[in-house]
């Protein structure tokens, strides 16, 4: 590294030593046959175990029903596990029959979402890839996801208000270049919902 004088001194990274590693490669813990549909598999909400220990759990899903019939904002936010364990089509169904108005979620959720959507599989092995040196270091989806980034920004450089933001920018990207489960994309139908809401 080497120091570069900006209103004090700074470090600047050296990239020309990072390596990168095709995700191609990568073995994926989870993949697309972990997507749960609606209707089809039995959610752990529906289990009375769950709710006999969690029974704040049913007071909050009568304040989401109240905000809903009152026509209040419900905003959820959340991490990358949510869509590890499969369930961004629990939350497209919560979006479309409006009791989400908006998502905010995590870089992780954001990755894995992306992942998804272009390789049908995401969430490398943690152990194994912190000791190999690999972790988080997938080429696609890092040239990609920043990609998709860049060109939202710059999408409309002449009206400076309606640059797209993060989310907005990886859903163009996800439906424009039409990855292959980009349908089932989280980021891809949370722009579509609520564009035609």
Known sequence: MKKKNF??????????RIRTFSVQDRKNLVTRKNILIPKKYRTPVENSLVLSQNPEFEELAERIRQAKRKHRPIIWSLGGHVIKAGLSRYLIELMKSGFVQHLAGNGAVSIH???????GGTSEDVTSALEDGSFGMWEETGRWMNQAIRNGWL???????????????????????????SKKSLHAKNTTIFENS
């Open 113 to 119: 979402d992306f992942e998804l959507a272009y390789l």
């Open 7 to 16: 209103k004090g001194n700074l470090l600047e990274f050296d990239f020309a």
């Open 155 to 181: 999408k409309r450089s002449q009206r400076r208000s309606q640059r797209l933001g993060y989310g907005k920018s990886l859903a163009v990207y996800i439906t424009t270049v039409q990855f292959r489960l």
